[in-house]
């Protein structure tokens, strides 16, 4: 992978938490369509953490089924995260708790998603409080996020 580097304006390594909500474990065995050939979770998160050293970034990767357990990590990294790049997954339409935890740490939220939502009559709970989002580029959605945050 190219260096990066070169594009950061500051020496301090940022830190990025990265969520990924309910279903985003199950990559590789759902719709090839939506969700194109990455084989795992685990493919994805090393592609955004190799991408994110590129540029100078640490990424901290984390994945749940449960509402609870996003909740928890936003709680118990909302001093040490410089911002959240977040895909809500099965959540994206009606987790107002997680949406208010990420709003309530005053750190940026990049708002991924696989596939165009509206393109598939989905509206994200999450897009009002994120600074912006990536999305329709499927793992690639990702990495674009990480250069928005």
């Known amino acids: 992978m190219t260096d990066l580097k070169g594009v950061r304006r500051s020496q301090r390594r940022w830190v990025i938490e990265l969520l990924d909500g309910p279903n985003m474990k199950h990559l590789g065995k759902r719709d090839r ?3 194109g050939a990455i084989g795992s979770i685990g493919e994805l998160h090393k592609q955004v953490v190799d991408f994110g050293n590129a540029l100078g970034v640490e990424v901290h990767a984390f994945a749940s089924d449960y509402e609870g357990e ?3 990590r936003v709680h118990a990294t909302a001093n040490s995260a410089d911002a959240y790049l977040v895909n809500p997954g099965g959540l994206t339409t009606v987790a107002e708790g997680w949406r208010h935890a990420l709003a309530e740490t005053h750190k940026p939220v990049m708002e991924v998603h696989f596939y165009n939502l509206p393109a598939n009559g989905e509206q994200s709970i ?6 912006g989002q990536s999305m329709g580029l499927r793992e690639h959605s990702y990495v674009a996020g990480l250069l928005g945050d």
């Open 33 to 35: 369509k939506l969700f």
């Open 70 to 72: 996003l909740l928890e």
């Open 126 to 131: 999450f897009t009002p409080s994120a600074i």
